[in-house]
């Protein structure tokens, strides 16, 4: 049994599983997703933009159809004042076609991305995972090590800036006092308590929040 006095929260997963249409998304160190993870999330955001671009195109060509129209009338307009035949559709000429053709790629793109979210979906459940998760967390230590670091050593700075201060103020004031006309503080070390509470909240809720798959059996069992 462990005997330990600090106490640790467990962030247990949610049950609900979260829609993922576009895949997984990797906001940082994508080296340590393997390749083929990479490259089967990789081929889902390659469908996305396809839509994208599709899409875009039929807005583009919606926009342009009326003008279009209003061309081909103006121009068969002024053919029959001047009894010639019907110029035909000359400017809009296969731009139905095109938005048709646009909006079956992006449609096409829509049903290619579900198929590809659910190949990523079978390699990831068929891939274990949980090194992939030791890695990251291996950042996550160091990175919260370097973080507590930092903020010491900030606060050190801050001390002996105040102490400094205090020191130049006497010498500059003297023979006179060196406090404030109405007596007000000069910094405020009440918010750097209360700020770093807050802070060092915040970085144990981090360290806590461990993947379950790397916690010890004993503290998931609580």
Excluded at 199 to 208: C, E, R, T
Aim: charged share 25%.
């Amino acid at each position: 049994m462990k005997i330990t006095n600090e106490r640790r929260t467990i962030y247990r997963y949610s049950e609900r599983v979260p829609p993922r249409p576009n895949g997984i998304t990797i906001t940082c160190h994508s080296d340590f997703v393997p390749a083929e993870i990479r490259s089967a999330n990789e081929a889902i955001n390659e469908q996305h933009v396809v839509e994208s671009l599709a899409l875009s195109e039929v807005g583009a060509l919606q926009s342009g159809l009326q003008k279009a129209k209003d061309l081909d009338r103006h121009a068969y307009g002024a053919a029959l004042a001047d009894g010639l035949p019907d110029p035909g559709q000359l400017h809009e000429a296969g731009i139905a076609e095109q938005i048709q053709a646009n909006t079956r790629r992006a449609e096409a793109a829509q049903v290619a991305r579900t198929l590809l979210v659910d190949r990523l979906n079978k390699i990831l459940h068929d891939t274990e995972l949980t090194p992939v998760a030791a890695k990251y967390d291996s950042v996550v230590q160091a990175k919260l090590a370097l973080c507590r670091e930092h903020l010491a050593a900030a606060e050190l700075a801050r001390n002996e800036a105040s102490a400094a201060r205090g020191m130049s103020r006497n010498f500059d004031a003297y023979p006179f006092s060196a406090s404030t006309f109405d007596g007000q503080p000069i910094g405020s070390p009440d918010a750097w308590s209360v700020a770093r509470w807050k802070i060092n909240d915040d970085l144990k809720s981090l360290a806590d929040s461990t993947p379950l798959g790397l916690l010890d059996p004993e503290d998931l069992a609580r």
